[in-house]
């Protein structure tokens, strides 16, 4: 699984199996949690600037928002329920084809989604 990033998006792209992953672990927070996936960081970039090794999501208060900070990497904080939204994102059916893509920051409201945050996207590899 990568997790592409540029100072404007975030990708995230794995296979069904590995996106499945993410979405049970992050659909089964609860409390004040603090959750860290790793990511392969070998090969190209592609169109993005970097590959980031890491992804920590943090149950807080408010609305979801993503964002890069330094010497911590792309951190998504929110409340239960955003994040909960945000890991329907990842749960994709076992015969989905590669290049299926979601955009999460696009398709939820200022309720789930906080301004200014990275746009996400989420796809099949």
């Given at each position: 699984?990568?997790?592409?990033?540029?100072?404007?998006?975030?990708?995230?792209?794995?296979?069904?199996?590995?996106?499945?992953?993410?979405?049970?672990?992050?659909?089964?927070?609860?409390?004040?949690?603090?959750?860290?996936?790793?990511?392969?960081?070998?090969?190209?970039?592609?169109?993005?600037?970097?590959?980031?090794?890491?992804?920590?999501?943090?149950?807080?208060?408010?609305?979801?928002?993503?964002?890069?900070?330094?010497?911590?990497?792309?951190?998504?904080?929110?409340?239960?329920?955003?994040?909960?939204v945000l890991a329907s994102f990842f749960d994709f059916d076992l015969d989905t084809e590669a290049g299926c893509h979601y955009h999460w920051d696009e398709a939820c409201d200022s309720q789930?989604?906080?301004?200014?945050?990275?746009?996400?996207?989420?796809?099949?590899?």
């Amino acid at each position: 699984m990568k997790l592409y990033r540029s100072d404007g998006e975030i990708e995230i792209s794995g296979s069904v199996e590995e996106l499945q992953k993410v979405y049970k672990k992050i659909d089964s927070i609860q409390g004040k949690v603090q959750i860290v996936f790793e990511f392969d960081t070998n090969g190209s970039s592609g169109h993005y600037d970097f590959l980031e090794s890491n992804l920590i999501v943090i149950v807080t208060n408010g609305p979801a928002i993503a964002r890069y900070i330094d010497d911590k990497g792309v951190v998504i904080e929110g409340n239960v329920a955003s994040l909960k939204v945000l890991a329907s994102f990842f749960d994709f059916d076992l015969d989905t084809e590669a290049g299926c893509h979601y955009h999460w920051d696009e398709a939820c409201d200022s309720q789930y989604v906080a301004p200014g945050t990275l746009p996400i996207v989420i796809s099949i590899a």
